[in-house]
Each structure stands twice: as structure tokens, then as C-alpha cells.
């Protein structure tokens, strides 16, 4: 059978489910009828006729305790004709779950065993009994009410898989004080001993589950029942939403102290390392300050007279603190920054040239091209170029740096041709010196005897 196969054209089957009884599959599924899901168990063909009878039989009882069964049929599949049987779903929490993880207080554990054996009481008036009683069949709904489910199912399909036998009412009324007994104590029935029982169980339980711990238990139902009639059903109305809160397995318990031991040990070891650690390094520090101790001591006895204590000394002098360098000044009224001096005199040969230079330039008188541009500064303080070419005279004065002698030269060019213009043209306009004769040039001058001689010719045009 796969997901998807619909069975007796109402029951769709949507996912397979686990299942504790070997040879039957078990699914969950669709009712298309109802609209809602439901529990489909597909059965073995050896026990298909047993299983299709007592199950219309469960059918026909009407107990909220017991899970309803829906449907039965066979169907003719791919893999060949089937019986199935269409089971109540109930949500809510199952006692196999429960119980796999967690131990039941004595009031809830009382109320779940009497809600499961007034269900069995009911089939067995009925002439049922249902053969395969365990925790895995039995859920508590939110509303906390216990259901018991595979009636005329588990018992045939179990005793047909080797599991128990054909079912009866000494077996189911044994099977309830297992039950019991692993609820009240989060142990294997087998296991179990009196001294595992917890205290104010009922005078009736409490010899009812020390019976069974004996090996002589009930033999009917109704002997159960009797025995839990103080069990109150109202304990499990918040049993499903609170089982997370419900006490651990003594397994569990010990697992869960064991690991919580191994933390601490652990905890304690990484703190035991890390001290010894911190010892360890104070230790070092020691050693090295011993050795460094040593090492002094060595060097004084090892030096000349007073020269360590010489060292020590200049060494405990406050050391020189460096002076950030001034900003750039942007007039004339700035002050020029003063050149620190060393603090200690045993550093004084070891002055820079730069030093001993502006020591040298720190009071000086301003040249002539510095003046004039200070003064053009006054006059026009907003002139950028002017404040510039200030600044950049008054540096070149207090550094001592090299006279820029490109604008000297065009200046004493510019002027020299000036002058020797003015000379030319001084020359040009003064008049000629009256002794000064100038002869006049010969071959201009006309010949008067032939000037006088000569006519002119008619034109012989004219």
C-alpha cells in the first residue's frame, strides 16, 4: 500500500504511521464523508475474517472511551484484495510518549488506569475483551479524557504476530496493573519493587499494585475498577498540555545527574587550569624580576663608581616633551615661534645646525622688501597674494635662505633700458652746436653759366 490508494471510495490514504503489531500497516487517512481524519489499518490476510468480525462487533459499542471504529471492508488493490478497518483519530497525548520520557504523579497515573479499565469494563459486558492493552493504545484528549483504541483489532492481529494470546479478561485486568505500576514508578513492570512506590496512593491501589508486583494480580476488569473507585477524571483536564512539566524517569533522572556532574567536574578542572595558570605566570614575573634585579647589580659591581647611580638619575629626569609645531601665520602681527631649548644639560652638544641657526635669527631687524610688503599688507589686509609674498619674506629672512635674484636682474634690466632710452631721446631733441659747419654738397649745387645758357626745347607734340 502507498499514500494516495483510496480505500472503499471514502478513506484516502495520506502518509503511513509506526506500529507496534508486526504484519499490519498503518495509516493515516481522509474521510471524505465525515471531512475529517482518521486511523486505517490495513490487515494480514491470515487473520482478515477474525479481525472484520470482532471489529463490527466493537463497532456497534457506543462508549466515549473507546476510539469508534468507522468503517471495515476489503478492497481490490494493485497488490491484491485487503482488509482494512477505519479507526476514530483521536489528537491528544499518548501514553507511550508519555511514558517513554516521564513519570505520572499518583493522581493522574490513578485516573488514567480507571478511565482505561471502565472502558475495558464496558466491552467486556458486551462479551469483548481487548487482548493487547499498552500504552501505546490508550490517548488522553485535551479535555482529558482517556480513550482507549483497538478494540477487536490489537488482540487478534497481535496473537497472530506471536505477541500475546487470544485475548481475554485475566490478561487485560493484568495488563491495567502493569500499567499502573509503570506510570506510578517511570519503571519496567519487571523491574519494579515495592520501595519504587511513591507515597499516598489509596489503601485499595496500593494493594491492588502490590498483587501484581507479587505475581498474583487481578483476574477480571472489574476487580480494577473496584480498586481505583477513589480515582478522580477531573486530574487529567490539563494532563495533555502539561506533560513537559511531569517528573523524569529514574533513568532519566540519573542520566540528567550524571551529565549535570560531568559539567561540574569539568568546570572545576578548566578553573583548577586556569589558577594554576595564573600561578604559573606570577611565578615567571617573579623570576624575571629576580633576573632583572640580578642583572643591576651585576652591571653596578661590574661598572665604574657612581656611574649607575649617574644613569639612574638621568634617567628619573622628566623627558622632553615636543612642542607641536606653530600654524602658519597669516599676518604680519603673528609672532615668530620660539625654539625650544633642551631640558637637559647633558644634551646641549647635541644641538642641530637648525637650532643654533634660529637661535641666531631670533631677533633680528626686517629688510627693506619685507618692510615694503608690510606696509602693503596694512594698506590692503585683504590682498591674498599680498599676505603670501609677506610671509614667504619674512620665512626667507628668519631661515636665512637664498635671495631670489631672477626678479632682481629684470628689475635692473627693465630700469637700465629705461634709462638709456630716455638718454637717445634726451640727444635727439637738443639743437646743433652753432660752431659746427656743414658744407653742403657739391654736386647739388647748379652750374650758373650753363643754367643760364640753356632753353628749354618746344615739344615738338605741342
Known amino acids: 500500500m502507498r499514500s494516495g490508494t483510496v480505500l472503499g471510495a471514502r478513506f484516502t490514504l495520506l502518509e503511513q504511521i509506526d506500529h507496534d503489531i508486526p504484519g499490519v500497516s498503518r495509516f ?26 470482532d471489529a463490527t462487533r466493537a463497532s456497534r459499542l457506543r462508549d466515549p472511551r473507546l476510539a469508534r471504529i468507522i468503517a471495515t471492508g476489503q478492497e481490490d488493490t494493485e497488490q491484491g484484495p485487503v482488509t482494512y478497518v477505519a479507526i476514530e483519530h483521536v489528537p491528544g497525548a499518548v501514553l507511550a510518549d508519555v511514558l517513554a520520557t516521564h513519570r505520572i504523579d499518583p493522581r493522574r497515573a490513578l485516573a488514567i488506569t480507571a478511565g482505561t479499565a471502565r472502558a475495558l469494563a464496558v466491552a467486556r459486558a458486551h462479551g469483548m475483551s481487548h487482548g493487547f492493552v499498552r500504552p501505546s493504545c490508550i490517548t488522553v484528549s485535551p479535555r482529558g479524557r482517556v480513550v482507549v483504541a483497538g478494540l477487536g483489532v490489537d488482540g487478534e492481529t497481535a496473537a497472530a504476530a506471536g ?62 475498577v473496584a480498586a481505583l473507585v477513589a480515582a478522580d477524571s477531573r486530574a487529567l483536564v490539563d494532563f495533555a498540555a502539561t506533560v513537559d512539566e511531569l517528573p523524569l524517569t529514574p533513568r532519566l533522572e540519573q542520566e540528567a545527574s550524571e551529565r549535570a556532574l560531568r559539567e561540574a567536574q569539568e568546570a572545576a578542572r578548566r578553573e583548577s587550569e586556569a589558577r594554576a595558570a ?51 601665520p597669516e599676518s604680519i602681527t603673528e609672532s615668530i615661534p620660539a625654539v625650544d631649548r633642551p631640558a637637559d644639560r647633558h644634551e646641549a652638544a647635541f644641538d642641530t645646525l637648525e637650532i643654533m641657526v634660529a637661535d641666531q635669527n ?49 628689475v635692473v634690466a627693465i630700469v637700465g633700458v629705461a634709462f638709456a632710452v630716455m638718454l637717445a631721446l634726451g640727444w635727439l631733441d637738443s639743437p646743433l652746436d652753432p660752431d659746427i659747419v656743414i658744407e653742403q654738397d657739391p654736386t647739388s649745387i647748379p652750374n650758373p653759366g650753363v643754367t643760364a645758357t640753356l632753353e628749354p626745347v618746344p615739344d615738338p607734340s605741342g
Open 362 to 410: 631670533r631677533v633680528r631687524e626686517p629688510g627693506t622688501w619685507e618692510m615694503i610688503l608690510a606696509s602693503l599688507h596694512r594698506r590692503f589686509p585683504g590682498s591674498a597674494t599680498i599676505a603670501r609674498s609677506h610671509r614667504r619674506a619674512r620665512e626667507r629672512a628668519i631661515h636665512g635662505g637664498p635671495l631670489n635674484g631672477a626678479r632682481v636682474v629684470l
Open 163 to 224: 505477541l500475546n494470546a487470544a485475548p481475554a479478561e485475566a490478561a487485560d485486568a493484568r495488563a491495567l496493573t502493569q500499567l499502573l505500576v509503570r506510570a506510578l514508578t517511570g519503571i519496567d513492570p519487571a523491574e519494579a519493587t515495592a520501595d519504587d512506590l511513591p507515597d499516598g496512593l489509596p489503601d485499595q491501589a496500593r494493594s491492588l499494585v502490590l498483587a501484581s508486583l507479587r505475581g498474583a494480580g487481578p483476574t477480571t476488569v472489574a476487580q480494577v
Open 278 to 328: 595564573a600561578r604559573a605566570l606570577v611565578k615567571l614575573d617573579t623570576l624575571a624580576s629576580a633576573q632583572r634585579t640580578a642583572d643591576a647589580a651585576l652591571a653596578e659591581e661590574r661598572s665604574e663608581p657612581g656611574l649607575h647611580a649617574s644613569v639612574l638619575a638621568i634617567l628619573a629626569e622628566p623627558a622632553v616633551q615636543e612642542t607641536p609645531p606653530a600654524p602658519e
Open 28 to 53: 493515516l487517512a481522509q474521510d471524505s464523508r465525515l471531512g475529517r481524519r482518521t486511523v486505517v489499518d490495513v490487515i494480514p490476510r491470515e487473520c482478515a475474517a477474525q479481525v472484520r468480525s
